[in-house]
């Protein structure tokens, strides 16, 4: 499958997504937009990805909007408001909602600035590394907007909704000490260390049993808001059908055994 504005690459059980247009500092393009959507898609199909690493090439990993194309009002910022509403529902929020239900943990590796809805791109994924020298900034007030992609959504599922408010009505930049502080990425690690630092975690998520893991983080994202009740029901349910797999069993009798677990996914 061949792609725009993005690359896709396989590194045994880990796909790797590569925001790819660094003259544009990763802004969004149409076809990066269709492209990182087809792009989950592939992975989430291919039984032999357990984990999904999401990164930018160059210094950015994502200035979010195209500001030149937004003055011009070109390509996805062409319109009235009822055709603007429509470009982006049809557009730029079809990654929330496809990354919203992909199964497969992603980690982001953000190599550097990550502004906009480059930042809202980040909360998206599960986990964050970051590398030190990144910077990160919900900058939408500043340049007149509103994060029209959820940001606001998920900046606050990321780091409460106190900090997460603040951040969005200040628009002011965040360096990465201060994100690992505050909860927005779970770790910073020195620039060239930061890809195999990712793949690292990754391949240690992909180690995992892939039925427990998928259920794990289902279950995470569908108790959050749900009162206590219904998060049991999706306990229940989810166990169910884990303590069924052959990757479970696999698990007790090696932890009983004393051996290292050999799991098939199964």
Request: aromatic share 4%; glycine share 4%.
């Given at each position: 499958m061949s792609f725009v504005d993005l690359r896709y690459d396989l590194d045994g059980p880990v796909a790797r997504i590569t925001l790819d247009r660094p003259t544009a500092r990763n802004a969004y393009s149409e076809?990066?937009?269709d492209g990182l959507v087809r792009a989950i898609d592939l992975?989430?199909?291919d039984d032999g990805v357990r984990c999904i690493v999401l990164t930018g090439e160059g210094p950015a990993f994502s200035a979010g909007g195209d500001l030149k194309r937004m003055l011009q009002k070109e390509g996805m910022f062409a319109g009235g408001p009822a055709d603007l509403r429509r470009r982006y529902v049809d557009g730029i929020q079809r990654i929330p909602r496809r990354l919203t239900l992909a199964e497969k943990p992603v980690v982001a590796a953000i190599n550097g600035?990550?502004?906009g809805a480059g930042l809202d791109l980040a909360c998206m994924c599960d986990l964050r590394l970051?590398?030190?020298?990144?910077?990160?900034g919900s900058t939408f007030v500043k340049v007149g907007l509103v994060p029209g992609d959820g940001g606001a959504y998920f900046l606050a599922r990321a780091v409460g909704f106190s900090?997460?408010?603040e951040l969005m009505l200040t628009g002011r930049l965040v360096d990465a000490d201060e994100a690992e502080r505050i909860g927005l990425v779970h770790r910073v690690v020195a620039p060239d260390e930061l890809l195999s630092a990712a793949h690292a975690l990754?391949?240690?998520l992909a180690a995992l049993p892939a039925v427990a893991v998928r259920l794990t983080k289902r279950a995470a994202y569908r108790s959050y808001d749900l009162d206590v009740d219904a998060a049991l029901e999706v306990a229940a349910a989810y166990q169910g059908i884990s303590q069924n797999t052959a990757d479970h069993r696999e698990a007790v009798a090696a932890m009983l055994e004393r051996r290292p677990p050999r799991f098939t996914g199964e």
């Open positions: 076809a990066m937009v992975a989430e199909r600035p990550a502004i970051a590398a030190r020298g990144a910077q990160f900090r997460a408010l990754a391949r240690e």
